[in-house]
């Protein structure tokens, strides 16, 4: 078996679409930066590439090549997938935690954990998935996401 783990950030910015998991959710503010911004598919990415020991996100897809600008996030947990089954492995399961102050992920959680389970070909109760507020942390204007992962060896 192995275990990988990944984590994320962006900055919110007005008036840009709101991903996360492959879901667009309704909010005045997207998440900025690299690709379309998706802060908890990013560290998902990096979770099942850590798990096999590959390069990470930034490294496969890099932030400065034009090409990733806008680009759906689910690009990159697929090669994320299909290098962890290359290497020969199979998920068992996901989880994550998410660190925003707004909107509400609950609302959410079933379609998120519904998008990210047909992402990567698993149960929907085999993602994990927690919403939590930046309590104390001065990170308002930013979302976090932590995953890990676990995988076996497939048969
Ligand atoms: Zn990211």
């Given at each position: ?61 890099p932030p400065s090549d ?90």
């Open positions: 078996m192995r275990i990988g783990y990944g984590w994320d950030s962006h900055e919110f910015k007005a008036g840009i679409p709101l991903r996360i998991g492959g879901v667009t959710l309704p909010h005045s503010h997207g998440l900025g930066g690299h690709s379309d911004g998706d802060v908890l598919l990013h560290a998902l990415t990096d979770a099942l590439l850590g798990a096999v020991a590959a390069p990470d996100i930034g490294t496969l897809f034009a090409k990733w600008k806008g680009a759906d996030s689910a690009v990159f947990l697929r090669e994320a997938l299909a290098r962890a089954s290359a290497a020969g492995y199979s998920i068992i399961n996901v989880d994550s935690t998410l660190i925003l102050a707004a909107p509400k992920i609950g609302p959410h959680a079933a379609a998120i954990r519904e998008s990210v389970a047909k992402l990567l070909n698993i149960p929907s109760n085999c993602v994990g998935l927690k919403a939590k507020t930046p309590e104390g942390m001065g990170t308002d204007n930013a979302a976090i996401a932590h995953a890990v992962v676990l995988l076996r060896e497939k048969p």
